[in-house]
């Protein structure tokens, strides 16, 4: 069985500063799936980013990249020049065992504030 | 090229009735999952389809069922309806047969039970 905890409920950031998600998940699985989602308010969820564990360099795209610890079982997730369309919650996940079954985190909600 | 479609968007129900709830996937996704959201709860996995063929199964009562079309459109349903079933139920679709793809999610419908 998988887990995915979120120990942030809520979490604000200036507007173009940094912010640090963070997630730790367990696994008995050697291969698996980590994401992020974003669910922004009353819209669909979309995918954010998305790390395959068997590769050690941190996935990125554009303002947003992971720092995947796989011993430590980490994978935060680090939004640079925070926009006010950030303004989101957040979902940690991840996907093992050969199907389409995702286990998500609480979440976060983040603000961001002008 | 169309997004995932869920419908209803809203619906009201009474104790004890059924619903049913309609998934088209992204053109050309064959696998279709369904998750649970609630404030108290976050997401949680109710099943995944696939080629219509349920692969995968979360822990959620017999009451709770699903099916899969030739087209790869879903339905959802929930029978004798309980209060606790007041939840926004969201659709997700991928073009991967295996886990980490990317999951594409409808707007979701949201059951209010009264």
């Known amino acids: 069985a998988q887990t995915v905890t979120q120990s942030q409920p809520e979490m604000s950031v200036q507007e173009a500063e940094t912010v640090t998600l963070s997630c730790t998940y367990d696994?008995?699985?050697?291969?698996?799936?980590l994401f992020w989602y974003k669910q922004p308010p009353s819209r669909q969820m979309i995918l954010v980013i998305r790390?395959?564990?068997?590769?050690?360099q941190n996935a990125t795209e554009n303002r947003f990249s992971v720092n995947f610890q796989k011993a430590a079982k980490s994978f935060s997730l680090k939004i640079s020049d925070s926009q006010l369309g950030d303004a989101a919650m957040y979902f940690c996940?991840?996907?093992?065992?050969?199907?389409?079954?995702?286990?998500f985190g609480t979440g976060t909600k983040l603000q961001v504030i002008p | 090229k169309a997004g995932v479609t869920q419908t209803p968007r809203y619906l009201i129900k009474t104790r004890g009735q059924q619903v049913t709830l309609s998934c088209s996937p992204i053109?050309?996704?064959?696998?279709v999952s369904w998750y649970q959201q609630t404030p108290g709860q976050g997401l949680q996995f109710l099943f995944e389809?696939?080629?219509?063929?349920?692969?995968n199964k979360g822990n959620f009562p017999g009451r709770f069922s699903g099916r899969q079309f030739s087209n790869s459109r879903s339905e959802m349903n929930v029978s004798t309806l309980e209060l606790g079933d007041s939840a926004l139920y969201l659709c997700?679709?991928?073009?991967?047969?295996?886990?980490?793809?990317?999951?594409?999610f409808g707007e979701g419908s949201r059951l209010t039970v009264l």
């Open positions: 053109s050309g996704h064959r696998s």
């Open positions: 389809y696939f080629s219509e063929t349920q692969r």
């Open positions: 996940a991840s996907s093992s065992g050969g199907y389409q079954k995702v286990t």
């Open positions: 790390q395959e564990a068997y590769k050690q």
């Open positions: 696994t008995s699985e050697s291969d698996y799936y």
């Open positions: 997700a679709s991928s073009s991967f047969s295996g886990s980490g793809g990317e999951l594409f």
